[in-house]
Nanobody, 123 residues
Framework: QVQLVESGGGLVQAGGSLRLSCAAS????MGWFRQAPGKEREFVAA????????YSANSVKGRFTISRDNAKNTVYLQMNSLKPEDTAVYYC????????????????????WGQGTQVTVSS
């Protein structure tokens, strides 16, 4: 059973920064998603299990950075220049991938999910 434990959420003012962490029980292709009240779950960023490839949604490109430390089985989401519209519950997800460069952007491609961490950006 794959376990994902997220941390790092909180309340921050617009323009501020937060770093989310997701500790996994193994090495997988990983992704971050978010869900605001009344909205569907939205893709944020993904990274291959090797860390060689990453991809971010247009809405966060240039502000958020996904990275990983495989020695710690941990994936990070550095969020800078936060906006009130970034307010959501953020989830990390894990997927088994055969190839070191593969990343995924659809929720259905992920088999395992964390419990979520709240990020609130005040204006």
């Amino acid at each position: 059973q794959v376990q994902l434990v997220e941390s790092g959420g909180g309340l921050v003012q617009a323009g501020g920064s937060l770093r989310l962490s997701c500790a996994a029980s193994g090495i997988y292709a990983m992704g971050w998603f978010r869900q605001a009240p009344g909205k569907e779950r939205e893709f944020v960023a993904a990274i291959s299990w090797s860390g060689a490839n990453t991809y971010s949604a247009n809405s966060v490109k240039g502000r958020f950075t996904i990275s990983r430390d495989n020695a710690k089985n941990t994936v990070y989401l550095q969020m800078n220049s936060l906006k009130p519209e970034d307010t959501a519950v953020y989830y990390c997800a894990a997927a088994s991938a055969a190839f070191r460069y593969t990343w995924y952007s659809r929720p259905a491609e992920y088999s395992y999910w964390g419990q979520g961490t709240q990020v609130t950006v005040s204006s």
